[in-house]
């Protein structure tokens, strides 16, 4: 009676499972998948690996999550599946690799295992469907066992070329930039990394910028460390940024143009970086830096620095000329002295005077006769100028220069002044003073 009773507990059980899995297909309308294993390499030596293509199709209305296991599991042997799982979209195909790994001392002969899979949806506490591929068969095969490490060994990356646009000297074969009277100039540093371990190996690449000497020449720059690419100390860093790669292939092989037309890149050079393009070792990258009125002339050093995901690294420098120009901006179109009278001096600050280029600059300010229509006159030399906050003026002759140094970008007032002779006659009197930006002395 006793047997009978565990008996028939069973049979409950059983039942209530099947209620449980009925309900829940009848829910889901159609669950279910049909699976399939095909050998690549079934036939193996002892210490080998078979491996199989496992295929789950969806013959279900939504999707399911499947996943695999092996019955038997061989003692000695190891069992992996890649992916373990994954979703299986209602009428789609999947696939994971199977790898069986046969031990050294395995006996040459044919094994069998069932390769199970399962599949169910979220929620659902219970497989609602499941598929069987029966003695899936491995041969272990009598033979010698070859033993073999394979080390990848990091190459360093390198810098390969790298130039600056825009270049307003097209065909010399070096950048010249030419500043823009009171406004900005961006200049581009273009980058080409290569690296042997393929272009997904470079990390990072920083661009380093550097001011000219006080003569105009570049700093001298010894490429490189892993903390800086500018040695020794006489390089004052002017910006340091991270360079961004290009977005694709299409903007590295536009850069690439661009640089060769104007004749920065050679056909041979050109030829080389379009190669490690083809291959997948190299990239472009570009830094953007801009240049003021206040930036001063000559010639910059630009080093970039490439490192890779091992923190291998190179450097390359190179320089470009930031050119000198003198450009005077004033912000008024006349002097008005007023109502003035005989043997006074008035003095008027009309508006400012600006250095808009990157040279600091003179001012050479002349002056002409002042007339009226009645014949009076007013000389020049009794027509003064003074900018303010340099305690420096002048009589205002033809010719006469202020040097004054004005740096760039600084607006800085001027005051005119007027001495009108005691003997001078009534009447509206015209002149005209001419303002000229010089180099300074």
Not at 237 to 242: D, N, P, W
Not at 393 to 398: D, E, G, H, T
Request: net charge negative; proline share 7%.
């Amino acid at each position: 009676m006793e047997k009978v009773a565990i008996l028939k507990t069973v049979f409950v059980a059983s039942m209530v499972l099947a209620v449980l899995v009925g309900a829940s297909s009848a829910q889901l309308g159609n669950p279910g998948f049909t699976m399939g294993v095909t050998p690549i390499e079934d036939e193996i030596c002892p210490g080998g690996i078979a491996t199989y293509n496992v295929s789950a199709v969806s013959i279900a209305l939504e999707t399911e999550y499947v996943n695999f296991t092996i019955e038997p599991e061989q003692t000695g042997w190891t069992y992996a599946f890649t992916p373990v799982g994954f979703d299986l979209p209602a009428g789609e195909t999947r696939y994971s690799i199977l790898s069986i790994g046969v031990p050294t001392d395995a006996t040459p002969e044919d094994y069998y295992h069932d390769v199970n899979g399962y599949a169910w949806i979220e929620g659902i506490p219970f497989p609602v469907e499941n598929s069987t591929h029966e003695n899936l068969k491995t041969t272990v095969t009598p033979g010698i066992p070859t033993y073999a490490r394979v080390e990848v060994i990091n190459e360093e990356p390198n810098v390969q070329y790298k130039w600056e646009q825009p270049d307003d000297t097209p065909g010399d074969g070096y950048t010249n930039v030419y500043p823009i009277p009171g406004e900005n100039v961006t200049v581009d540093k273009y980058v080409v990394v290569c690296d042997p371990d393929g272009k997904d190996d470079i990390e990072e690449v920083v661009v380093r910028t550097f001011y000219p000497l006080g003569d105009g020449s570049a700093c001298n720059c010894t490429p490189c460390n892993e903390s800086n690419c500018c040695e020794p100390g006489d390089c004052v860093l002017k910006e340091e940024s991270a360079a961004t790669a290009l977005e694709n292939r299409t903007a590295c092989d536009d850069a690439v143009e661009d640089a060769y037309d104007v004749g920065l890149l050679t056909d041979d050079e050109k030829a080389d970086i379009k190669e490690c393009l083809d291959n997948g070792t190299a990239w472009i990258y570009i830094e953007h830096n801009n240049f003021n009125c206040s930036d001063q002339a000559g010639n910059y050093t630009v080093c970039a620095q490439v490192f890779d995901s091992e923190g291998e690294y190179d450097c390359m420098a190179n320089t470009f000329k930031y050119e000198s120009i003198i450009s005077l901006a004033i912000d008024f179109s006349e002097v008005e002295y007023g109502n003035v009278t005989p043997d006074n001096t008035t003095w008027v600050t009309p508006g400012n005077v600006k250095n808009d280029g990157n040279d600091p600059m003179d001012i050479e300010i002349a002056a002409w006769n002042m007339t009226s229509t009645g014949g009076g006159g007013i000389p020049a030399d009794k027509l003064d100028a003074k900018l303010s906050g340099l305690e420096q003026w002048l009589a205002l002759p033809p010719g006469v220069s202020f040097n004054v140094s004005l740096p760039g970008c600084v607006p800085t007032p001027i005051e005119f002044s007027l001495h009108v002779p005691a003997d001078t006659p009534e009447g509206d009197y015209t002149g005209c003073i001419r303002m000229t930006g010089k180099h300074s002395s």
